[in-house]
């Protein structure tokens, strides 16, 4: 350094860095400040687990009494059914309101998205029917098809709830009639 450098230079406070230098911050200060971010980090991802845990609990409550909601009108009414005089109602009033109950129900399970699987012809699929048993199909063309359904399926949304109780048809080969099931060398 020259006479006049020093002459400009600003002078240094005790402590104080050189222009330039880097601060090293002690290793035990580094290691206590990064464990005090750890555990606060720890503990608010705790807090956040516990937050999203309670209210998961209270949205299922929230739409299980919903569903409740939407249904005891339908309850009320069927309650009422229940409870009537065999003796003093015919067998047609009774139908009817049973029916009633029925349609009402499935206009609130419907606004809800479940939808019925109940239909009789289609392929069989294992992933919404449960084959209970076989039976001989009439044509090649009914071969794997549900002839009918013992019991209906369900489905909330896109899950299954309860897969189809059905009869599946098999086509055997056997059975065929008229000149287009011969080979050519018969005759």
């Known amino acids: 350094m020259s006479k006049k450098d020093k002459e400009t230079e600003t002078p240094r406070q005790p402590g104080q860095l050189p ?15 990064l464990e005090d971010r750890y555990l606060r980090l720890a503990a608010e991802f705790d807090n956040y687990k516990k937050r999203m845990s309670r209210e998961r609990t209270e949205t299922w409550g929230k739409a299980q009494a919903d569903v ?12 009422r059914f229940a409870h009537v005089d065999p003796a003093a109602t015919d067998a047609k009033t009774i139908h009817d309101g049973v029916d009633l ?39 090649a063309e009914q071969d794997n098809t ?18 189809a109780r059905v009869l599946v048809l098999k086509w055997s080969g056997e059975g065929e009639t008229g ?3 011969r080979g050519m060398g018969e005759g």
Do not use: N
């Open 19 to 33: 222009e330039g230098a880097a601060v090293v911050e002690p290793a035990a200060e580094a290691l206590a400040r």
């Open 68 to 79: 409740v909601q939407r249904l005891v009108d339908a309850l009320d009414d069927l309650a």
């Open 101 to 139: 109950v029925e349609r009402k129900i499935w206009k609130e399970l419907e606004a809800l998205g479940v939808r019925r699987l109940d239909e009789s012809g289609v392929r069989f699929d294992p992933a919404v029917h449960e084959a209970v048993t076989v039976a001989p199909a009439p044509s």
């Open 146 to 163: 549900v002839g009918q359904v013992l019991q209906a399926g369900y489905r909330l949304g896109g899950q299954l709830v309860r897969p």
């Open 179 to 181: 000149e287009g099931g």
